[in-house]
């Protein structure tokens, strides 16, 4: 896939934020530092147009990449970072759940999970969150470079089962570019866009 044009388009802490466009959306969610903003690059092609960081809680915002000016990119920060306070903690909730719910052009959720690791208490209350409000997501195991390739099955087969998913998460890595088609043919199934 060929993205020619990705651009920062919008940085919101609030619904007034948002695009007041309509065009399809599809987000990338999960605990800081598992690779969303990575993701969001190695995806679209570029090197760094969502910031990074070694460090958690380098996303505070919610940033919206225009691509091709077809559909957004939803960059979201990420939670359970450790120094970050409850009245912080709760004004992600806030900010996330206040995107996430009642956004009719939000196509797609990817919920992502560092394939190394069990998913924590927010995972799992993410996941049964968008179970119960009958939300479009799929499971993404990150950073699968840290592992050898064929403990990736396992790996997988761990993420299903501790959350009681119907499939295995979509294997990802930023740094092997694996798993990039797979979420192209999703966006743009989900999205209903034939090319870009
Ligand atoms: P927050 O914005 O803090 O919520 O984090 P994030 O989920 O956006 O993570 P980010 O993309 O900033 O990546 C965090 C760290 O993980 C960085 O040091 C990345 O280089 C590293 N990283 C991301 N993806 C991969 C990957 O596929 N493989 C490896 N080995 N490292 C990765
Ligand atoms: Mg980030």
Redesign the pocket.
Same mark, same amino acid.
Not at 33 to 39: M, P, Q
Not at 56 to 59: E, R, V
């Given at each position: 896939m060929i993205v020619n044009n990705a651009e920062i388009a919008l940085t919101a802490v609030a619904p007034s934020g948002f695009p007041k466009d309509g065009k399809p959306e599809v987000a990338f969610v999960?605990k800081?530092?598992?690779?969303?903003? /990575? *993701?969001i690059n190695t995806v679209l092609g570029r090197k760094r147009l969502?910031r990074? /960081?070694?460090s958690?809680? =380098?996303?505070r915002t919610i940033n919206f990449f225009s691509v091709d000016d077809i559909l957004y990119f939803v960059?979201l920060?990420?939670y359970g970072?450790a120094k970050v306070s409850k009245s912080e903690s709760a004004k992600w909730g806030d900010m996330v759940e206040g995107y996430l719910q009642n956004r009719s052009q939000l196509k797609m959720i990817f919920l *992502?999970l560092d394939i190394r690791h069990e998913p924590g208490s927010n995972d799992i209350m993410l996941y049964e969150w968008f179970l119960h409000y009958n939300l479009p997501f799929t499971l993404v195991a990150? =950073?699968?470079?840290?592992v050898s390739r064929n403990q990736i099955p396992k790996h997988l087969g761990v993420l299903r089962r501790s959350l009681g998913a119907d499939h295995p998460p979509v294997p990802? /890595? /930023? *740094?092997?570019k694996q798993g990039k088609s797979e979420l192209w043919r999703i966006i743009l199934d989900k999205c209903e866009i034939s090319v870009l």
């Open positions: 999960g800081s530092n598992v690779g969303k903003s /990575s *993701l969502a990074t /960081s070694k958690p809680g =380098k996303t960059d920060p990420g970072y *992502l990150t =950073k699968t470079d840290k990802f /890595s /930023s *740094l092997a």
